[in-house]
């Protein structure tokens, strides 16, 4: 019987170990590394006497963490590929790619998010003991940023599909893959706007101000009504389209891109 050479559970296992083995301590100078930069935060509080008095006071530092350093990580994940040397040896290593890739994905998505959030609550337990040793009262344990109807949600949404993005800039990119990425995604984005601009121009020619006043893909403003401004907006069809097709669709289709793109690289 022939062998599976795309996925074989036990061979998974056997990579994903062998991995772990040979980046242990990468991986582990990298949590500190998250712990110790979240525990920076209480401590600058402690020496400022300036502890908050909610979680909505220090959940911006947690959004920056968490795209910040899960974005670097991510981007690091196949640095192995700027090596000659180093890159023969983990295309020749007797695994799938997509073995390969699977690992590096769940270490990256499933792994950073668990020691980043074991490490963000251990932060927040520290401050919380600090502001009830300095002023006599614990931080309001409130979780109102998760609701969904706030649209906090939405921003883990945009986490994982920059995760996705910046994924596929690791397997693209073998060198400087994050600085590469970033630019390469403000490119994307400004011929997209310039784009959106000339079609806004075209359709509504001498009616905005400037051929710049619309919010790309969402709203239009011309002129016209009460006070000489008419806001064009799309629909909340339109809208939930946008969210499904980022959410469902889009993410998908780059984790695959990016699978083929390390299969492209085979020797």
């Known amino acids: ?120 609550y251990s932060a927040l337990l520290f401050l919380n003991q600090v502001s009830v040793i300095r002023h006599d009262a614990g931080i309001l344990i409130d979780w109102n940023f998760f609701d969904k109807q706030d649209g906090h949600i939405y921003i883990y949404f945009a986490y994982i599909l920059l995760q996705a993005i910046f994924l596929l800039g690791a397997v693209s990119f073998s060198r400087l893959a994050f600085i590469k990425t970033l630019v390469a995604n403000l490119l994307v984005l400004l011929v997209l706007y310039l784009l959106n601009t000339l079609v806004v121009w075209i359709l509504f020619a001498g009616h905005t101000q400037t051929p710049f006043q619309n919010v790309p893909f969402l709203l239009v403003g011309a002129r016209g009504g009460k006070f000489d401004t008419d806001v064009f907006i799309i629909s909340d069809k339109m809208v939930h389209s946008y969210a499904f097709i980022a959410q469902y669709v889009l993410v998908p289709v780059l984790w695959t891109i990016a699978y083929f793109r390390l299969k492209d690289k085979e020797i």
């Open 1 to 120: 019987m022939q062998t599976n050479n795309v996925l074989d559970f036990r061979r998974l296992g056997y990579y994903f170990q062998y991995h772990m083995l040979a980046s242990w301590k990468s991986y582990l100078l990298g949590a500190l590394s998250i712990f110790g930069l979240l525990m920076l935060i209480p401590t600058f509080m402690l020496l400022t006497d300036n502890s908050p008095g909610n979680l909505g006071e220090v959940v911006g530092f947690y959004y920056f963490g968490l795209f910040f350093g899960g974005l670097l990580f991510t981007s690091m994940a196949f640095s192995d590929l700027a090596s000659k040397e180093k890159g023969s040896h983990f295309l020749m290593l007797p695994a799938s790619h997509f073995e390969k890739f699977i690992t590096i994905f769940l270490i990256t998505t499933v792994g950073y998010l668990l020691v980043y959030h074991i490490a963000a």
